[in-house]
């Protein structure tokens, strides 16, 4: 169904249109013209990110804001670049009705990222964050939320944090997850996709490691499970290259999910997104990292290339795993488009829980689903767990360019 959004309505103050949630684009952004002079990440370029967003919002979401790094509370190291903090202030999110004023939404629970010092940064890299700002408010997308400074000259990123990411997520659940389950977060990630393609933009770096999931436990909904897609518009070195036939004789990311045409040097797609995509229900469909017994190097790379794929799991419904195949094709114009499995799922997930005409998906479904359970019931945790603990460790890098 089409969500219905309210019209939007006029301000009070200046006169001129605002959304319905009290956001005045016009009234904000000259709030935050007015604090410019307060602050600088030292360098110029990254600013001037900074000052759009805040002068070209309809939205509280759309706004990046530069947080003094005196103002966060680091609380535990994740990897050596990712930090989980507290933002005391949080974003300027929450309308307070008394005082009719937009106040912080603190204590804020974040992840702060480092890029590279302020001095290396590249301007390309800076432009590609402003690019995918578009994306922000739809909320399948983890959002930045502000940028600082650390006492090392450090540029860092702060973003909303889920609870977990799907590598957490699946061994949370034992590396087996229902079908149910698996339809509902791959709704979401290809649904967020479709966002991202529509706006004529690619996400680039798309693996299992930047999907972020979340559980509400209410009793009432039996807990319900969502996704997320994070570091949107964060491909790449964001520093600036000094060795640029160097450069160019590698990739970036985390090879089991990279597409073929990627590895042989061709440009990043919407079609590569869709690729990755498909590593992705993999993953949730095995509960553990396509190739894990392999060398990630260019032995597997070629063998990639070549059309090299892992094999079906178990106790998959052949639903999902059509789409699985589909994303896989070797040539990318053969591979569905996002908005063609965002209608597919829609499908999908009508069938599994009210459509009784999608009687052959439902059946598939449920058999999946009792098959998955009686494995589980029979298998120790210690092995479930080996399987999957190659999951913590995946990390993006430089892959070198297979050649012909």
């Known amino acids: 169904m089409k969500k219905e959004f309210p019209q939007p309505i006029k301000c009070d103050d200046c006169e001129k249109t605002y959304f ?61 670049k990712v930090t989980k903090i507290i933002w005391p202030e949080g974003p300027r999110r929450r309308w307070d009705t008394r005082n009719e004023v937009w106040v912080g939404t603190g204590p804020y629970d974040s992840v702060m990222k480092r890029l590279t010092n302020k001095n290396k940064l590249c301007a390309d890299f800076i432009r590609q964050i402003w690019s995918h700002r578009k994306c922000m408010r739809n909320p399948s997308i983890s959002d930045v939320v502000g940028l600082t400074v650390d006492d090392e000259d450090n540029i860092l990123v ?12 699946i061994e949370s659940e034992k590396g087996v997850l229902s079908v149910e389950t698996i339809v509902a977060l791959g709704w979401d990630i290809i649904g967020a996709l479709n966002n991202i393609h529509s706006h004529g933009l690619v996400h680039r770096n798309l693996h299992s490691g930047n999907i972020l999931v979340d559980t509400d436990d209410d009793e009432n909904y039996g807990g319900y499970h969502s996704a997320v897609i994070s570091d949107l518009g964060f491909y790449g070195s964001p520093e600036k290259e000094t060795d640029i036939s160097y450069e160019r004789r590698y990739v970036y990311g985390v090879l089991p999910f990279v597409a073929p045409e990627v590895l042989r040097g061709n440009e990043h797609t919407a079609k590569s997104d869709i690729y990755s995509f498909g590593m992705i229900l993999w993953t949730m469909l095995s509960g553990e990292v396509p190739w894990r017994n392999e060398h990630f190097n260019a032995k597997l790379a070629r063998s990639i290339v070549e059309g090299s794929r892992p094999d079906c799991p178990l106790f998959t419904p052949p639903f999902l795993y059509e789409i699985v195949q589909n994303c896989w094709e070797p040539d990318p114009n053969n591979r569905p488009t996002s908005e063609e499995l965002n ?52 990390s993006s890098t430089r892959i070198q360019i297979v050649e012909n």
Do not use: M
Not at 158 to 169: A, T, W
Not at 367 to 385: I, M, V
């Open 158 to 169: 702060v973003v909303r944090r889920e609870k977990r990411n799907l590598h957490g997520f």
């Open 20 to 80: 319905p949630c009290g956001w005045c684009s016009r009234c904000e952004g000259n709030y935050y013209i007015t604090r410019f002079d307060q602050w600088t990440t030292g360098n110029s370029e990254l600013d001037e990110l900074i000052r759009e967003s805040q002068k070209f919002s309809n939205a509280p979401s759309d706004i990046i804001v530069y947080i003094p790094f005196e103002n966060i509370v680091s609380i535990s190291a994740i990897t050596d």
């Open 343 to 394: 209608k597919r799922f829609e499908i999908i997930e009508s069938a599994i829980h009210d459509d009784f005409d999608e009687v052959e998906i439902y059946g598939q479904q449920v058999n999946a689903d009792n098959e998955r359970k009686r494995w589980a019931a029979h298998n120790s945790c210690a092995q479930k767990n080996y399987k999957i603990q190659a999951l913590s460790s995946l």
